[in-house]
Nanobody, 127 residues
Framework: QVQLVESGGGLVQTGGSLRLPCAAS????????MGWFRQAPGKEREFVSA????????YYADSVKGRFTISRDNAKNTVSLQMNSLKPEDTAVYYC????????????????????WGQGTQVTVSS
């Protein structure tokens, strides 16, 4: 079992930055693939970014590539999403998710492939 708790959300102006940490419980955190998804009002949950268990492979949605950076610290059981150059369209609830190791990189992008989810943290970007 893995429990995930996101934090760091808030209100920021266009062009600003936020860092979203996700704290995970469980001794086997280091083997899990980790992902970030987001859901805006009236829209489906969408992939934002993901990282493999070693941290050696990262994945990004085209909409955030070059602006967001995912990282993990297995010693501290945390995964973080650094968000820079924020835009109003980044406004959403952001969810941290964990999955047992993927053998296909395409699975990182699919919400249904993740086994555990946090409660979400609201990010609002004002124009």
């Amino acid at each position: 079992q893995v429990q995930l708790v996101e934090s760091g959300g808030g209100l920021v102006q266009t062009g600003g930055s936020l860092r979203l940490p996700c704290a995970a419980s469980g001794r086997t955190f280091s083997i899990y693939a980790m992902g970030w998804f987001r859901q805006a009002p009236g829209k489906e949950r969408e992939f934002v970014s993901a990282i493999n268990w070693t941290g050696g492979s990262t994945y990004y949605a085209d909409s955030v590539k070059g602006r967001f950076t995912i990282s993990r610290d297995n010693a501290k059981n945390t995964v973080s999403l650094q968000m820079n150059s924020l835009k109003p369209e980044d406004t959403a609830v952001y969810y941290c998710a964990a999955a047992r190791p993927f053998y296909s990189s395409s699975n990182y992008y699919i919400a249904g492939k993740y086994d555990y989810w946090g409660q979400g943290t609201q990010v609002t970007v004002s124009s």
